[in-house]
């Protein structure tokens, strides 16, 4: 299995800036694509940004402009740059990874959230 951790939340004023990271751990597996999604109570989980291994990235017209995912592959953490920060940008945030574990087992991992709260 592969666990992922996730680390950078907080309280911020708007038009701040956060960054979170999720850190990946387990043995011999490769990562095909990373995500951050947020979720607000009583709402569903919704995608913020995507970042698949040879493709390009994506993300929520909501954050366009404001937000950069990022990977550092030697270290297998996914990264979430987050400027300009809104009140609406106020969400438990996750990230998720799927690929294989050697030989050829396929996985999808969560982490355990991160809140991250912006400040009128």
């Known amino acids: 299995q592969v666990q992922l951790v996730e680390s950078g939340g907080g309280l911020v004023q708007a038009g701040g800036s956060l960054r979170l990271s999720c850190a990946a751990s387990g043995s011999l597996f490769t990562i095909d694509a990373w995500a951050w999604f947020r979720q607000t109570p009583g709402t569903q989980r919704i995608m913020v940004a995507t970042?698949?291994?040879?493709?390009?990235?994506n993300y929520a017209d909501s954050v366009k402009g404001r937000f950069t995912i990022s990977r550092d592959n030697a270290k297998n953490t996914v990264y979430l740059q987050m400027n300009s920060l809104k009140s609406e940008d106020t969400a438990v945030y996750y990230c998720n990874a799927n690929g294989r574990v050697w030989p050829a087992k396929a996985f999808d991992s969560w982490g355990q959230g991160t809140q991250v709260t912006v400040s009128s």
């Open positions: 970042l698949p291994t040879g493709g390009d990235t």
